[in-house]
Nanobody
Framework: QVQLVESGGGLVQAGGSLRLSCAAS????????MGWFRQAPGKEREFVSA????????YYADSVKGRFTVSRVNAKNTVFLQMNSLKPEDTAVYYC?????????????????WGQGTQVTVSS
């Protein structure tokens, strides 16, 4: 079982940047796709971004495309989410998740390990 720990959240003004990190335990990290999701109060958890096992492909929700960048360093068992030009509507708890396979999807069902989440708050 892979354990995931997110960090890097915080309070930032609109237009600012944050970089989230997700550290994974376990030797099989590099063989799985990884995803980022977020959940705002009163809303369902939604897909943000994902990356294939070898960083060959990345995927983004339309709402963050052009502003967020996902990356990973398999040698360090870490995946990152660089968030630029943040908006108040980006405020949410952000979760990283391990996919069930090497190919990511946008569906929470296809992820079987989740971190505890990190709060991102963007003030206007």
């Amino acid at each position: 079982q892979v354990q995931l720990v997110e960090s890097g959240g915080g309070l930032v003004q609109a237009g600012g940047s944050l970089r989230l990190s997700c550290a994974a335990s376990g030797r099989t990290f590099s063989t799985y796709a990884m995803g980022w999701f977020r959940q705002a109060p009163g809303k369902e958890r939604e897909f943000v971004s994902a990356i294939t096992w070898n960083s060959g492909n990345t995927y983004y929700a339309d709402s963050v495309k052009g502003r967020f960048t996902v990356s990973r360093v398999n040698a360090k068992n870490t995946v990152f989410l660089q968030m630029n030009s943040l908006k108040p509507e980006d405020t949410a708890v952000y979760y990283c998740a391990k996919a069930r396979s090497s190919i990511p999807t946008m569906t929470t069902y296809d992820y079987n390990s989740w971190g505890q989440g990190t709060q991102v708050t963007v003030s206007s």
